[in-house]
């Protein structure tokens, strides 16, 4: 929820909504304790694996160390496609949830940041008041190879080991590449490669839509129906796959 639609929902309630300037430098102010709360519920979920893996020898892995299943993917603060508009991302945030219970919890996150909250030139990037961690020279989805790499520290830190990661990708996933390279480190078993079924989905339907049809394949349609046609195709390809 952002700072327009607040303001939608107060103006409904029939009250002043306070200042954009205002509202963003109270979010500035509350940043660090919301942050430190997000922390410790984090741990606190690893903290359940570990009792739930207490009563479930299988998941207790020949060098001591919890086994988990796990999915991971990153999102970007840029808008999302087909909005009429367009603009690069400056921030990524990257999780990783647990496939053991239904809640799916949140075991491991990693923010990246592009942007310099002082809005001052002579900024040094150096305290934690700036918010910038992450380079603008580098492309923002650099962060998910990063991103997976100290997210996998963070979990082999804490005793959890990822046994198996459903990936974004079908061949090539910067998430399960930084993990497997902090495998190695580690001397570590790699990361199972589990890629999503609705990324594989979506991906086989735009490699469909790719393809350039015969006259003869959709003979007797109007050149405005063409597209929907081979994007119908797509899907009907895209819903063929499972697991």
């Not at 479930?56 to 160390?65: A, E, L, S, V």
């Not at 996150?109 to 380079?135: M, P, T, W």
């Not at 910067?174 to 190695?184: F, I, N, Q, T, V």
């Not at 990324?199 to 129906?225: C, D, W």
Request: include cysteine; aromatic fraction near 6%; proline fraction near 4%.
């Amino acid at each position: 929820t952002g700072y327009r639609e607040l303001c939608v929902l107060f103006s409904a309630l029939d009250c002043n909504f306070m200042s954009e300037r205002v509202f963003y430098r109270i979010l500035n102010m509350i940043s660090p304790l919301v942050g430190k709360v997000a922390e410790e519920a984090i741990e606190n979920n690893r903290n359940i694996i570990k009792q739930i893996a207490e009563h479930n020898p299988d998941m207790i892995g020949d060098d001591g160390m919890v086994q988990v299943p796990a999915q991971t993917d990153t999102v970007y603060n840029n808008p999302i496609r087909g909005q009429g508009y367009s603009s690069p991302g400056t921030q990524s945030v990257t999780a990783v949830m647990e496939n053991v219970t239904k809640d799916k919890r949140i075991i491991a996150i990693q923010a990246f940041n592009q942007l310099c909250s002082k809005n001052n030139v002579n900024c040094k990037h150096s305290d934690s008041e700036c918010g910038r961690n992450y380079e603008p020279t580098e492309t923002i989805d650099s962060t998910e190879r990063v991103a997976s790499q100290k997210n996998y520290e963070t979990l082999v830190n804490s005793g959890i080991r990822v046994l198996r990661l459903c990936h974004d990708s079908v061949q090539s996933s910067r998430h399960l590449r930084g993990m497997r390279d902090m495998a190695e480190q580690y001397g570590l078993p790699s990361p199972i490669s589990s890629p999503c079924t609705a990324h594989m989905k979506r991906n086989t339907s735009k490699q469909v839509h790719k393809i350039k049809f015969s006259a003869e394949a959709l003979q007797g349609f109007p050149k405005y129906q063409v597209t929907k046609r081979a994007m119908a195709i797509g899907c009907c390809f895209s819903d063929r796959i499972s697991v």
